[in-house]
């Protein structure tokens, strides 16, 4: 999932070919995340990220701050066909309409795209799901 992925929490290592693949990811999420805790902690973050070697703190904070952006990118963004998932929206007392060709759904009074992920299975552990 994108999420575990991003705050370094992903179970799945696959095969050795992919488990190289996720290392040179994790590698370079880690060179992100430290640059933008050089960049927080010129501001005042250091309380927050001081014993964090990790940067889990730093990279949960960033998904919470970011995950509606990512997920409107991966929703939103439908060229040649990459959709993501999210066919259906609205399931107000079992009125679902389709939702093909938006990328999120109207508000109640149908007058404005919602805010919505599509997904908040990434809150929930990799086991359960």
Do not use: M
């Not at 960049?39 to 940067?55: F, H």
């Amino acid at each position: 999932d994108i999420g575990d992925i991003v705050r370094g929490k992903d179970l799945f290592y696959g095969n050795k070919q992919e488990k190289e693949k996720r290392d040179e990811l994790d590698k370079k999420l880690k060179e992100i995340f430290t640059q933008i805790h050089e960049d927080v902690t010129k501001n005042g973050a250091e309380a927050r990220y001081k014993d964090d070697k990790d940067l889990f703190q730093l990279r949960e904070d960033w998904w919470d701050a970011n995950r509606s952006t990512i997920w409107e990118a991966l929703t939103c963004d439908v060229k040649s066909g990459n959709n993501y998932f999210r066919p259906t929206c609205g399931g107000e007392e079992n009125k679902s309409t389709l939702d093909k060709k938006q990328c999120r759904c109207k508000d109640k009074n149908g007058q404005h795209d919602t805010n919505q992920v599509p997904t908040y299975f990434d809150y929930v552990p990799q086991y359960l799901r």
